[in-house]
């Protein structure tokens, strides 16, 4: 048997130019990069045709602007769009062994999911409650991650 190995492509077209090369970001007009443009292509990309209820899409506004630090935001959108490594999301992409237990770690009552692990869980809570009084917050936990009617005010 013999190889053939083409290493190079014929360039019959290509002409030699004086100029730069430059960086060109497709999704904007002028070509720079913004971070606004790869967020909204990257939400077309995730749910085609699927439009946010205004209450998920205000939500993810916030975080994105959100001021802290990065590694909080992207947390967060796992958060929101249940991509957070609790046992029922391991269970069903089959990292925990087959009929392990998906009760919560913490409390042993309820399936572990994101809303319950971070909003209802009782140990959480209470873990909650102690920083939110030493931080002299007052907080009523809200019915799911996307609830825009919490309150949350300053003692």
């Not at 439009?51 to 899409?57: A, D, G, N, Q, V």
Request: charged share 20%; proline share 4%.
């Amino acid at each position: 048997m013999v190889w053939f190995w083409l290493w190079w492509r014929e360039l019959d077209s290509w002409r030699r130019s004086g100029e730069e090369d430059v960086w060109w970001w497709k999704p904007e007009e002028e070509g720079v990069f913004k971070v606004s443009s790869t967020y909204n292509l990257l939400a077309e990309l995730l749910v085609p045709g699927e439009e946010l209820c205004r209450s998920k899409e205000l939500v993810y506004q916030n975080v994105w602007k959100s001021p802290t630090p990065s590694k909080f935001v992207a947390f967060s959108r796992q958060l929101l769009l249940n991509c957070v490594s609790t046992k029922a999301n391991l269970a069903i992409r089959r990292v925990l062994p087959l009929g392990a237990s998906e009760v919560c770690v913490f409390c042993d009552q309820m399936v572990e999911i994101a809303s319950h692990l971070f909003l209802h869980c009782q140990v959480i809570f209470e873990v909650w409650s102690k920083i939110l009084s030493w931080l002299e917050i007052n907080f009523i936990t809200p019915h799911n991650l996307y609830r825009k009617s919490c309150m949350v005010s300053v003692v």
